[in-house]
């Protein structure tokens, strides 16, 4: 990569509020939630609330189609110039959602100089890669519970991949194959990665450090381990107590970049990552037309 798209890179970590911790207090994202559909099934996940992959507990994010994503954004934007990140992170999985690429491509093409950044949870990276590159998606988080599919069949209960459903460690293989086969070429081809991991005690938090050597491996740039939301099949697992995380986040520094001040944003969140403006009250939500 060129000397000047290394730049353009670590501007835009610099402008990142979730890449970079000092600019959270600077610098805000929108998220357009247009990916309603999900192709796995989590443990954790109860489908009529947004994916918990890269979200809070018990809120359902209205979906909107791509044209009124592109309005949202040019009516946040005129109140909130400082946000500098356009992402979508669901309610579902945005790679099972051609609606993605098409908001995508409307935002480029209207506010090219800001950042696109998406979540996923990597089953359809390797071959949806090209499109990402292609609407210009220079930030990507994936979603990675283990690399051990015996651990990992433990946490999704199974996937829909090319029209078929796969349970437990038939499954499982094939998503982490396709998520360290999606992170590595999406690392190579110059896309900066961050991984999210859900805490579950006694399922991976004793794993979590192998996770973390592997992204060292694959150039991952930033980490971020979320505690467990105690739902649907996994609602009878006690959560982990913020010292338990604390303590497995420093397990994995060395290995790679911890992010600790995430905020488990709904899929239709905006502003400033401290003050999430998709709750503000009704009222003002009229007054600027959303
Ligand atoms: Fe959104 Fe996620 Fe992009 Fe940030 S959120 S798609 S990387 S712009 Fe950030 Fe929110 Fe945590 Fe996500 S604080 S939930 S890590
Ligand atoms: Fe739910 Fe997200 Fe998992 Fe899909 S990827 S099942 S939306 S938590």
């Given at each position: 990569?060129?000397?000047?798209?290394?730049?353009?890179?670590?501007?835009?970590?610099?402008?990142?509020?979730?890449?970079?911790?000092?600019?959270?207090?600077?610098?805000?994202?929108?998220?357009?939630?247009?990916?309603?559909?999900?192709?796995?099934?989590?443990?954790?996940?109860?489908?009529?609330?947004?994916?918990?992959?890269?979200?809070?507990?018990?809120?359902?994010?209205?979906?909107?189609?791509?044209?009124?994503?592109?309005?949202?954004?040019?009516?946040?934007?005129?109140?909130?110039?400082?946000?500098?990140?356009?992402?979508?992170?669901?309610?579902?999985?945005?790679?099972?959602?051609?609606?993605?690429?098409?908001?995508?491509?409307?935002?480029?093409?209207?506010?090219?100089?800001?950042?696109?950044?998406?979540?996923?949870?990597?089953?359809?990276?390797?071959?949806?890669?090209?499109?990402?590159?292609?609407?210009?998606?220079?930030?990507l988080t994936v979603t990675?519970?283990?690399?051990?599919?015996?651990?990992?069949?433990?946490?999704?209960?199974?996937?829909?991949?090319?029209?078929?459903?796969?349970?437990?460690?038939?499954?499982?293989?094939?998503?982490?194959?396709?998520?360290?086969?999606?992170?590595?070429?999406?690392?190579?081809?110059?896309?900066?990665?961050?991984?999210?991991?859900?805490?579950?005690?006694?399922?991976?938090?004793?794993?979590?450090?192998?996770?973390?050597?592997?992204?060292?491996?694959?150039?991952?740039?930033?980490?971020?381990?979320?505690?467990?939301?105690?739902?649907?099949?996994?609602?009878?697992?006690e959560p982990p107590t913020?010292?338990?995380?604390?303590?497995?986040?420093?397990?994995?520094?060395?290995?790679?970049?911890?992010?600790?001040?995430?905020?488990?944003?709904?899929a239709d969140a905006y502003?400033?990552?401290?003050?999430?403006?998709?709750?503000?009250?009704?009222?003002?939500?009229?007054?600027?037309?959303?």
């Amino acid at each position: 990569n060129s000397p000047e798209f290394e730049e353009g890179l670590l501007r835009k970590i610099a402008e990142h509020p979730c890449y970079d911790r000092k600019a959270q207090h600077k610098y805000g994202r929108i998220h357009l939630a247009v990916a309603p559909s999900c192709n796995i099934q989590c443990n954790f996940c109860v489908r009529e609330f947004d994916c918990v992959n890269e979200s809070r507990p018990g809120v359902t994010s209205k979906v909107l189609t791509p044209q009124e994503a592109l309005e949202k954004t040019r009516q946040v934007l005129t109140e909130y110039p400082f946000i500098k990140v356009v992402g979508i992170a669901g309610p579902g999985d945005p790679l099972a959602n051609k609606e993605t690429f098409e908001t995508f491509e409307l935002i480029k093409n209207e506010f090219p100089e800001l950042t696109l950044c998406m979540s996923t949870n990597g089953l359809l990276l390797p071959e949806k890669l090209e499109d990402i590159l292609r609407v210009g998606v220079s930030t990507l988080t994936v979603t990675i519970n283990a690399i051990d599919p015996e651990i990992q069949a433990k946490i999704v209960d199974h996937i829909v991949y090319h029209g078929k459903v796969y349970r437990g460690i038939e499954g499982s293989r094939i998503q982490v194959k396709n998520q360290l086969e999606g992170v590595k070429a999406a690392v190579d081809a110059g896309i900066v990665v961050k991984v999210n991991t859900v805490l579950i005690p006694g399922i991976n938090d004793k794993h979590v450090v192998e996770i973390a050597r592997k992204l060292n491996e694959l150039g991952v740039y930033i980490m971020n381990i979320m505690p467990l939301i105690n739902q649907g099949a996994f609602a009878n697992i006690e959560p982990p107590t913020a010292e338990e995380r604390k303590a497995v986040q420093q397990t994995c520094e060395p290995y790679v970049l911890q992010m600790r001040h995430c905020r488990q944003c709904r899929a239709d969140a905006y502003g400033l990552l401290s003050q999430d403006m998709s709750q503000m009250s009704e009222e003002r939500r009229k007054l600027i037309k959303i």
